[in-house]
């Protein structure tokens, strides 16, 4: 018997994702983004990124469709994410999901963002080991997240208290005159400079500091002052130390806690994802750190760290084969879903 | 044939289901008006759920999808056109789109419906029902639309004039979807009817941290 094909779509931010899995072989993962619109305004803005989501729908199901080589009443069930993210752009995935499911006739789940981001990996790297521990960072989230079962029951023990790390990101590379997102231009420009240069702060890593939650606001503003005090001096501003070292503070962060948090709960799994777990330098500390205390470090490929339909397919495939019982026909989104809410 | 309708674009969403005969005479045979204000996206698949149910039919009975386009409140109006394009896609059905404001009422008349921000989306009707002015979006005080009103009776005070209350319905959207209904291959795509830009203004400086 062949297993089920899960459609799963993805709109909680500036992505329009679709993706096609069969039980945990990923067939497609269409993808239509609206970041070039964002652009101008430094940031993502939520009514564009739904105009966005609702002119893509059904050309990126297609796409999602014919990259797979199926056809849309081959489709078993649908998984949608229901939150968290933006109101607005979630509601264009989850009515279309929702459409979907009633016209193909097949049953519905809505699924958590968070928990998504984790089940991605099983495409790649087979059965998620539980517990896992999983760092989810991106441009909305920080989390940590003990993970006993990705189906039913997952626990988050820290985030962040004020900015996301893709934030800071995205802040520090305006500073530094470089383009939204700003992910990729301080990575590049990180590897020509020195991560040792600047002692930035870290931030929450007093011995009474809680000790799985995250905090880059501070970092983010320690890094513009010091780049204005330069700027003001009249003095050229080292942008590859300054890009390096603001990058090596967060990487230090994230992987100590996550290192930490593994070592207190007997975990030796170590999931990584967002799109912050793109960055190069977060992947090698990651990989050093575990390494060096008995941890397997699973990452996925750049291209499913970010949000992408693959992942909601992926969770859903999931919950199926786990008998979870789908969602309720009046399902709604929640831009602040809890995660321990795996399947709302 | 029979035909599926929809619309999210006022605090009411509409699902209906109808028998259009060749001749253009339309028969409903179950509607639901539900009071769902900010909970399309939650309600409008169990409506349409109960309106197929309730007509006895099944998706594979419908031949058409006509959907509101608005104007309407972004999020919501959102819903029942991307409900309606994904039911079509997934059906292999045409789908129409049409001003939801030519299905509210009929003959001559202005359709006022809540825009929010102190402002009414409206479109202004001759007595053939052939829409002659919007839609658009204005303040009611000072606008000086042309009567009679229908449509949200809380703006009566605003506008200085009556309004009857009517809302979208299934009679009122294929009829406003007629033209295209005959020849649903030649259908317009589906594209919302916002009438206003997205809220958003490019920075034109960051200001810094520090001040000097």
Same mark, same amino acid.
């Given at each position: 018997m ?7 779509? !993805?709109?909680s931010?500036d ?18 983004t609206?970041?070039? !619109?964002?652009?101008r305004?430094?940031? &993502? ?36 994410t ?8 979630l ?13 193909l ?5 809505g699924v ?19 517990p ?6 991106s441009?909305?989230h ?19 208290v004020d900015?996301? %790390?893709? !934030? ?7 500073v530094l005159?470089?383009?939204f ?13 020195d991560?040792s240069?600047?002692?930035?702060p870290?931030?929450l890593t ?6 799985y ?28 130390d300054v ?6 503070? &967060? ?11 593994c ?10 994802g967002?799109?912050?777990a ?5 992947r ?23 949000d ?13 084969a786990a008998?979870?019982?789908?969602? %309720?026909?009046?399902?709604? %989104?929640d ?10 | 044939?029979?035909?599926l ?18 001749d253009?005479?339309?028969?409903v ?6 009071p769902?204000?900010?909970r399309?996206?939650e ?15 099944t ?7 006509v959907t509101?386009?608005?104007p ?5 109006l959102?819903v ?11 059906r ?7 001003c ?14 809540? %825009?929010?921000?102190k ?7 001759d ?5 002659v ?6 303040r ?7 009567g009679p009103?229908v ?6 005070a ?17 009829r ?5 209904l005959?020849?649903?291959?030649a ?14 203004t ?10 000097s």
């Open positions: 062949t297993e089920p094909l899960v459609l799963g779509f !993805e709109t931010c992505e329009t994702g679709v993706g096609l899995v069969r039980g945990r072989t990923l067939l497609s993962d269409a993808l239509a609206s970041m070039a !619109e964002h652009e305004f430094g940031g &993502v803005v939520p009514e564009i990124a739904s105009r966005a989501h609702l002119e893509a729908m059904v050309p990126t199901v297609h796409r999602a469709l014919a990259e797979a080589g199926v056809q849309a009443s081959d489709v078993d069930a649908v998984a949608v229901a939150g968290p993210g933006l109101t607005g752009a509601l264009v995935g989850l009515a279309a999901a929702k459409a979907y499911a009633l016209a006739d097949v049953p519905l789940y958590n963002h968070l928990a998504a981001h984790v089940a991605v990996d099983e495409l790649q790297h087979g059965a998620l080991e539980e896992s521990m999983a760092l989810l960072v441009g909305g920080s989390s940590l997240l003990l993970v006993p079962d990705l189906s039913r029951d997952v626990v988050s023990l820290g985030r962040t900015d996301a %790390a893709g !934030e800071a990101f995205d802040k520090v590379a305006r005159g470089m383009p997102p700003g992910g990729p231009p301080i990575d590049r420009a990180a590897r020509e400079g991560g240069a600047i002692a930035f870290r931030g007093g011995p009474r500091d809680a000790p939650d995250f905090s880059f606001s501070g970092l983010k503003t320690a890094v513009a002052r010091w780049v204005e005090a330069r700027e003001r001096a009249g003095e050229p501003v080292p942008v590859a890009a390096a070292s603001f990058q090596e503070a &967060v990487a230090d962060v994230l992987t100590a806690k996550a290192v930490r948090a070592r207190d709960h007997g975990v030796d799994h170590l999931v990584l967002g799109g912050v793109a960055n190069s330098r977060l090698a500390l990651a990989e050093e750190r575990c390494a060096a205390a008995g941890i397997v470090l699973r990452v996925p490929s750049p291209r499913l760290c970010t992408n339909g693959a992942m909601v397919a992926a969770l859903g495939s999931r919950l199926v008998g979870v019982a789908p969602s %309720a026909p009046d399902l709604g %989104a831009s602040s879903l809890p995660i321990d809410v795996v399947r709302p | 044939m029979l035909v309708a929809l619309d999210t674009a006022t605090p009411t969403l509409l699902a209906g289901v109808a028998r259009r005969s060749a253009g005479a339309v028969e045979l179950a509607e639901r008006a539900v769902s204000g900010t399309h996206a309600l409008l698949t169990p409506a349409i759920r109960d309106v197929l149910a309730e007509a006895g039919a998706l594979g009975d419908i031949g058409a999808v509101g386009l608005g309407g409140p972004f999020t919501g959102r029942g056109i991307v409900t309606a394009a994904a039911i079509a896609d997934a292999g059905l045409p789908v129409v789109g049409v939801s404001l030519d299905a509210v009422g009929d003959g001559a008349r202005t359709v006022v419906t809540d %825009a929010r921000r402002e009414v989306y409206w479109a202004a009707y007595a053939s029902g052939a829409r002015q919007g839609p658009d979006v204005v009611p005080e000072g606008a000086e639309l042309p009103f449509g949200d009776p809380a703006f009566a605003r506008l200085g004039a009556p309004v009857e209350a009517a809302e979208v319905t299934t009679t009122g959207l294929l406003a979807a007629a033209g295209q005959d020849d649903p291959a259908a317009a795509p589906l594209v919302p009817l916002y009438l206003r830009r997205p809220d958003a490019p920075p034109t400086s960051f200001k810094p941290v520090t001040t």
